[in-house]
């Protein structure tokens, strides 16, 4: 696969059908009413593993060969993605071992782990885990299964914006949380081609600008690992195959502080009644805190994950 299509996307659906959740859209009065515009909830959050990363992973997994199957698959994430090829690998018949932070969140971890992976710890700040993920493809002869750059999971991805506008019609904007960028590349080429005219708009922390300084320059830029309670979007540059996607299709980068984030992720759970982890709620924030000029009618926001423990999700909003 050269590039990512549609046709791409759409049969990554057929694949993951029966499998995968097709997760519920939710809406609010009380939001519509807030921020001025009808917008469409998509609520990744209640997908397998708690949040959309399954999706991609699967994909990637079930396409797989026998043999390939047989030599286990590795994977390196702060969590979602290791929780995902964890269960994806599960249910492939194969083994899956997963490169995770020193400080990636205990739950995350656990979960991991619950789904018989094995996991290596490293630290995110002075390692490499794309060169230690390499180095155990290369001793172990497992495969690669990476959290955004790989066109499969760019394309599992991409039917969260399938199934929304399957359900929900043509929308004016489609808000989408960015880490690596592979959810807004599959989003962005499924939601560009049903719906003409969309205005595609990624959102990353305040302190992870990587994607908007990539946009301004034309190319990717490397920054620092960002320090921010959403460990899912920390990370340093975009991706090498998710960037030239994203800089045709995404309008722009907006960026929310944790503060903006927490209290989008107190909004969802008083109001949606809903449990949203940091990462998962900045695309919300960014509508909370305006940061959308020109806001149109119908706007669709990805809820990328919920998977955060009790104790810390207590202790961010006690502190917030």
């Known amino acids: 696969m050269a590039e990512l299509s549609l046709t791409d996307i759409q049969a990554a659906a057929s694949r993951i059908a029966g499998v995968a959740h097709r997760t519920p859209v939710l809406t609010s009065r009380t939001l519509d009413e807030r921020v001025g515009a009808q917008v469409f909830l998509k609520a990744e959050n209640f997908q397998r593993i708690g949040a959309f990363k399954f999706r991609g992973a699967f994909n990637a997994i079930s396409r797989l060969s026998p043999d390939e199957l047989a030599r286990g698959v590795v994977a390196y ?16 018949g194969t083994k899956a071992t997963n490169l995770m932070p020193a400080d990636a ?4 971890v656990a979960a991991t782990k619950g789904y018989g992976a094995e996991v290596v710890h490293y630290d995110r700040y002075t390692q490499d885990r794309a060169a230690l993920a390499m180095e155990l493809v290369a001793d172990r002869g497992m495969t690669l299964i990476p959290p955004y750059d790989h066109y499969d999971v760019m394309a599992g991805q991409g039917t969260v914006a399938l199934e929304l506008i399957e359900e929900v019609g043509q929308l004016g904007a489609l808000l989408v949380p960015v880490g690596g960028g592979g959810l807004m590349a599959g989003c962005a080429t499924a939601a560009t081609a049903l719906s003409p005219g969309i205005r595609m708009i990624g959102v990353e922390p305040a302190a992870g600008d990587d994607h908007a300084r990539s946009l301004a320059a034309g190319e990717r830029v490397t920054i620092d690992v960002p320090r921010t309670i959403a460990d899912g979007q920390a990370i340093s540059t975009p991706g090498e195959l998710t960037f030239p996607i994203n800089r045709r299709l995404v309008e722009a980068f907006e960026l929310v502080t944790d503060e903006e984030i927490l209290a989008a992720m107190t909004f969802a759970f008083e109001r949606l009644k809903i449990v949203l982890e940091p990462s998962g709620a900045s695309a919300l924030a960014a509508l909370l805190a305006g940061r959308i000029e020109g806001l149109p009618e119908r706007v669709g926001v990805v809820l990328s994950g919920g998977n955060i423990g009790l104790d810390r999700f207590r202790d961010l909003l006690t502190d917030s």
């Open 105 to 108: 969140p205990p739950t995350k």
């Open 77 to 92: 994430s702060s969590g979602n993605h290791a929780q995902a090829v964890a269960l994806a690998a599960q249910l492939a």
